[in-house]
């Protein structure tokens, strides 16, 4: 009696152990016109790749979805002369590259994001070292601003789908943001042939309702 009870015990265990091991799926988010779905992570250095994955609600037949993903590129950047004539970069921080792609239940790409980015450099400033025969230098640092906007997406149904974030990074911030919006049908106005047809019907009916009467 105690061996089974022993043989239980350790079965149950085994179980526990085995369950507590199960890989945690992520929970998907819900995206309804009423809610966006904001997007905010930190990447260390190195090739980062990132899916999120959301859920179209079924209270509308057909939606249109806007996105897109913003991060930035910090580079200093140091020349010997004041007009940068001869630059070249020490070092670059920020978000290098990244591309953003829609993809399907079946991860299939169904739309892509186009960049846009401009840069600011701030002033130059003369560096000079606290080091004995060290020519001084200018410094300045040139920051690009980047922004992914999801273009040519179909319109969607309900459903699961994915968005997937790419890129390589010097140690950056990426945020970003998701959003729906119903299509609701018009209706769709009465010919005039038709408002004539049926006044004219309406017409006819009277007249013969007249003749009744009179007869």
Known sequence: MKQNKTAYLLTACL???SASYLPQASASTVLTPASATVID??????????IYDFVIDNVYNAYNLSGAVSFQTVQTIVSQTEDFSTPFVTSTTGISNATVELLDSTSAVIATGSLTSFSVASTPVLVTLPFPNTTPFY???????NLISLNNIPVLGAGNYQLAIKGLSNGGTYTGSLSVSPIIPTAVPLPTATWLFLSGLVGVLGLKRRKSLAA
């Open 41 to 50: 992570n930190t990447v260390s250095a190195g090739i980062f790749e990132n």
């Open 139 to 145: 410094q300045e640092l040139l920051t690009t601003f």
């Open 15 to 17: 179980a526990l152990a």
